[in-house]
């Protein structure tokens, strides 16, 4: 619905200022493989506006993140969450306010609804999209997501869970410091994203980048992050800390995590009916 | 046991005919009615002014093959199409390449582009004869400027309707200039630049026959007027069934290259 409005403003191949950073960092990847995992970097908004002509969608918006944190951002259809992480993504210029991430410059990389690989190139070359004398760590990171064997086959060949599987890979390639996730599950079926979320937990706690996720699925929130925030209107109408064990997108439904996980998604979701009542 | 056993035999036997009889029945049209023509005209009911009977078009073929007339002119005849194509979808490549990326080039050119394809290629029979006179210059014009406009066209469309989402994927992924055109967008144009070179090569053989009859010392075209003056209608019908032949050619290469550039994509495999 936002996509890329500035597209044909400019010449196709023209560089965009804000992309010409994230191509530097690509180029300094390599270098860290071997190295040990980075960690996350904190993450700080502050007062960020955005507007659509007349329409305000996001309204004075203040975030801190702590390094390494993973936040989730529930909210209705058009109420500016992914507006909030395209701005974040460097994808959408804000209209004032400022976002800082880390000491000058955050290595990020943003998953998207749609798994948007190429269909031309094969999985490995996907994954390596951006660092191309990376292929070693590319096939490294197809493990990872269980698809190893898949690296030679076409997009075309795989079943939707897999290609998101395949865009995961391709972001933790470059070892980001912050990882947006756009709705990335939103598409797949039930089962496919309770896999894909136990997946993102564990490499997410084993690599320590910071997280932020949109998505419409409170259940999803509540399994993944330790913070779910609520956008109502283009602002934050609920930030409530989720203190649940983990790894516990494997474990939702066992015993008392059980009852605890269902009152903290009954508490965010009546408050998403209430402010539309 | 002997039951089962001839079962097998007639599974195996069906199969292997029916694949067999599908792969001949296209061809069970073209040959009874090559049967009617050579019957017909054995017997009387087509003058060979009209229809010279298939024996006699395929003797005319065997002996202007023989001579080596029917290589020069079958020669000439492709270097004509090789190079008119050449010239002509190469530039429809470069200019489409050229709008397609930048505005500047595209609010530059492209209208006057637009209102030249309006032309239709042999309307400017009259003004190229003026120009080249009648030879290879002209004809290398007609196809070139004929040519180009499918290609430019769909290089153009192509190059715009590249996905929006992909080439904002492949930006936030570092990647920009020269790779981001090289493994983003000119793949994803290629579908569409592909078919503009198909329906060029099938256009090719159309303006080639025109340009061949205006005057020509060399080539089919020249060869089946120059048959015309002699009322030698096999020699005719070979240089048609020759035309024929090259389209067939054209389009077989074309599907071999969607087929090689396109293997990624489920529907051209």
Not at chain 1, 165 to 192: I, M, S
Not at chain 2, 35 to 50: I, N, P
Not at chain 2, 55 to 63: D, K, L, Y
Not at chain 2, 243 to 269: I, V
């Amino acid at each position: 619905m936002l996509l890329a409005p500035t597209y044909f403003e400019s010449d196709l191949i023209a560089d965009a200022p804000a992309q010409e950073q994230s191509a530097r960092h690509a180029d300094a990847a390599p270098l860290a493989r071997g190295a040990p995992e980075r960690q996350g970097v904190p993450v700080s908004i502050s007062a960020l506006r955005k507007s659509y002509g007349a329409r305000e969608v996001l309204r004075g918006i203040d975030l801190q993140l702590k390094p390494g944190e993973f936040v989730a951002i529930v909210g209705r259809s058009g109420c500016g969450k992914s507006t909030l992480l395209r701005a974040l993504a460097g994808l959408e210029q804000a209209d004032s306010g400022s976002i800082a991430m880390g000491e000058g410059k955050a290595d990020l990389r943003i998953m998207f609804q749609e798994a948007r690989l190429l269909p031309w190139k094969p999985v490995l070359e996907n994954v390596a999209l951006g660092l191309p004398h990376a292929l070693n760590a590319a096939a490294a990171a197809l493990s990872t997501v269980g698809l190893g064997e898949r690296a030679d086959d076409w997009p075309a060949a795989l079943s939707g869970g897999q290609k998101q599987r395949v865009a995961l890979a391709r972001a933790l390639v470059h070892q980001p410091q912050v990882l947006l996730l756009d709705e990335p599950l939103g598409a797949l079926d039930a089962l496919t994203r309770i896999e894909m979320q136990q997946l993102i937990e564990s490499l997410w706690l084993s690599r320590g980048f910071t997280a932020v996720l949109v998505t419409h699925d409170v259940a999803e929130a509540v399994a993944l992050a330790d913070r779910v925030l609520l956008i109502e209107d283009g602002a934050i109408a609920l930030d409530l800390a989720i203190d649940l064990p983990r790894p516990r997108a494997a474990a939702r439904g066992n015993g008392d995590n059980a009852a605890a996980f269902a009152a903290l998604e009954q508490r965010i979701l009546s408050h998403v009916l209430r402010a539309h009542a | 046991m002997a039951a089962a056993n001839t079962g097998a035999q007639r599974t195996r036997g069906s199969v292997f005919s029916s694949t067999f009889a599908s792969s001949l029945a296209p061809w069970i049209l073209p040959a009874a009615l090559l049967l009617l023509w050579e019957v017909s005209a054995r017997a009387g009911w087509l003058s060979t002014r009209v229809l010279p009977e298939p024996w006699s078009v395929a003797r005319a073929f065997w002996t202007l093959a023989a001579s080596g007339e029917l290589w020069t002119h079958l020669g000439t005849s492709l270097w004509r199409a090789g190079s008119g194509f050449a010239v002509g979808a190469g530039a429809g490549l470069a200019l489409g390449l050229l709008t397609g990326s930048f505005r500047r080039a595209e609010t530059l050119l492209d209208t006057t582009l637009q209102m030249i394809r309006n032309i239709p290629a042999l309307a400017l029979i009259p003004l190229v004869i003026l120009w080249f006179g009648i030879d290879e210059t002209a004809k290398l014009f007609l196809l070139a400027v004929g040519v180009f406009f499918p290609v430019y066209l769909n290089t153009f469309h192509g190059i715009r309707s590249t996905d929006p989402g992909l080439i904002e994927m492949a930006r936030s992924y570092g990647v920009s200039g020269w790779p981001l055109y090289r493994d983003v967008i000119l793949p994803g144009a290629l579908p569409s630049i592909l078919v503009g070179v198909r329906f060029s090569l099938g256009l090719v053989w159309v303006l080639l026959i025109v340009a061949e009859t205006i005057s020509a010392q060399a080539g089919i075209g020249y060869m089946t007027m120059n048959a015309r003056e002699f009322l030698q209608t096999d020699v005719v019908l070979v240089g048609i069934l020759l035309y024929a032949l090259l389209g067939k050619l054209a389009d077989l290469a074309s599907r071999a290259m969607e087929k090689h550039f396109l293997r990624w994509n489920p529907a051209y495999r």
